[in-house]
């Protein structure tokens, strides 16, 4: 009993060692095969795991359905823009009077403010609707993403803030100790490229924030959480105050999108309204149903196959459609979407829980 | 320290609930009118009407589900307006729910964990960063929330989903959950209601159980016979009013009651 239960942990360290070894590997590996475009999908799906694992608190623990959660991912994404880029110094004689070496706040700390910009916003979206639920929620929630993202659209008069449509470039560089992320790291034996560092920067946030998550869902909250999505008024009888609750679910959620958005918007160096459309709100929800609402591993599974999946299809679709009619039908960005709606119909008739869901679920 | 009901103890400092004059109308129905219950400690009193006498009204008012229009409230000698149902069980006094209000996807167990929530306080940081007090404090629920599903009966059931538990049982977590909370007055709604006979003598045995733990129950039924059986006083809705007050025996003898039980057919 007692010997098969150390060699039970043994494996499991095990495992988790292999597990480890194999994301260290995963860059290289993939880069060797597929170059440098296939480590950037890698990192954007990182990023993306980041957005479902917020969005699951909300949706997946609390259960309010929010269609606006890409809202926060831009809250963050501007704020870092607009705090470390050219833009701001060359459209305000003032700030390019009191910042002469241009405007460069480090990554870190524009991280540790969109956290609570985000939070803060998260609760301006939560306070008014405590008591919607389902539906309602879910229009009131498109309607704040909309507002943000026409806000950043349209605030280029009369002060050009945001840039508009234009949107915002020159942005920093992810620098943290001293490392900058677009150059190769030498160090002595091995050469790192930034893609891939940037990778191990995602994959550590990643696993903060699932950890965070499993943590949250084994206390005292989470059980909350889960109690008001199962029977607000059950919850209610237990003496939980389900508002607070509520409010503390957007406010985690959004602070999660809010550290994406600042990374998002360093990585790539440039950010418009485009990227934050009621379709990407969409794609993150999707994630979270698809994958296992409200399990982290599943969850977690989701974001993978949707972030890699649309560039997996581009490989395959095109090439074949050229092999066998000679030229492209039917367009890569259509059938996509028909996958998605379709997957997301087959899910929701023949396993509701999601791909991987809780294990002891619907038994 | 169970105090026994006496019909000399009338002040109200015996007096654990003592609410009076609660009125509650839906559109044209009056559905409670100027309803008065007292519940003295270590008792056990019952709630009994015909089917829409307002029980069940008079149980989501005093737990702050429904707001009153009017009334006095006294719980434990402190005067409440049931605005709030998190803060009247934080007060002290919980409830269970006629038509049973599990969180089925959640374990058997955590269902009573869930219930610990209101007597315990570890933070936001004190849950993602597992601070030895938030540790020790989460160990401490789930021991509790162990001991109380043994107490009900349930231990063996503890990992199982709550939504696949037989109906006797959903009810007995409903009550293991509400004691979690760890209530001065538990108010129970119907425990009995679809129980099968076995079922029925269990439960009853329970409730008399957390009775000599020094717990006060308040109990609404439609079965007479677990009524009677059980409760030291017991009061008789009929459409909204209180028709009858008193220990078991005088109550069944009450005139007014049998006609609202059996009818008289003259009206």
Known sequence: MLKSLFTNRLSRSAYLWLGAIALVLLPWVVGAGGGNYWVRVLDFALLYIVLALGLNVVVGFAGLLDLGYIAFYALGAYSFALLASPHLPTQFESIAATFPEGMHFSPWMVAVFSIILAALFGLILGLPTLQLRGDYLAIVTLGFGEIIRIFMNNLDRPLNLTNGPKGISGIDPIQLFGISFTKPLDLGFVQIPGLYLVFYLFLLLAIAVAIVCLHLQDSRIGRAWIAIREDEIAAKAMGINTRNMKLLAFAIGASFAGVAGVLFSAFQGFVSPESFTLWESIVVLAMVVLGGIGHIPGVILGAVLLAVFPDVLRGIAQPVQQFLFGHVIVDVEIIRQLIYGLALILIMLYRPGGIWQKSGARQ | ?267
């Open chain 2, 1 to 267: 320290m169970a105090k026994e009901w006496g019909k000399t103890m009338t002040s109200s400092d015996h007096l654990l609930l003592d609410v009076t004059d609660v009125s509650k109308r839906f559109g044209g129905v009056q559905a409670l009118d100027s309803v008065g219950l007292q519940v003295a400690h270590g008792a056990i009193v019952g709630l009994i009407g015909p089917n829409g006498a307002g029980k069940t009204t008079f149980f989501n008012v005093i737990t702050g589900l429904y707001p009153a229009d009017t009334g006095i409230f006294l719980f434990d000698g402190q005067s409440y307006f049931p605005e709030s149902v998190s803060e009247v069980t934080k007060s002290g006094l919980a409830r269970t729910f006629q038509n049973i209000r599990l969180f089925g996807e959640m374990s058997v167990l955590e269902n009573v964990m869930v219930g610990c929530h209101c007597r315990t306080k570890a933070g936001l940081l004190g849950a993602i960063f597992r601070f030895p007090s938030a540790k020790r404090e989460e160990r401490a629920i789930k021991e509790k929330a162990q001991q109380l599903l043994a107490y009900v009966g349930l231990g063996e059931f503890a990992n199982m989903q709550a939504r696949n538990l037989s109906y006797g049982h959903q009810r007995r977590l409903e009550i293991a959950r509400a004691l979690a909370t760890e209530p001065k007055l538990l108010a129970l709604d119907e425990p009995a209601a679809g129980m099968n006979a076995t079922e029925k003598v269990q439960l009853r045995e329970l409730i008399d159980k957390i009775r000599r733990d020094h717990r006060t129950v308040l109990l609404i039924e439609h079965d007479v016979k677990l009524v009677m059986g059980l409760c030291d006083r017991v009061t008789v809705l009929d459409y909204g009013k209180v028709i009858a007050q008193g220990t078991p025996a005088e109550v069944q003898r009450n005139p007014q009651v049998i006609e609202a039980y059996l009818g008289t057919g003259g009206h």
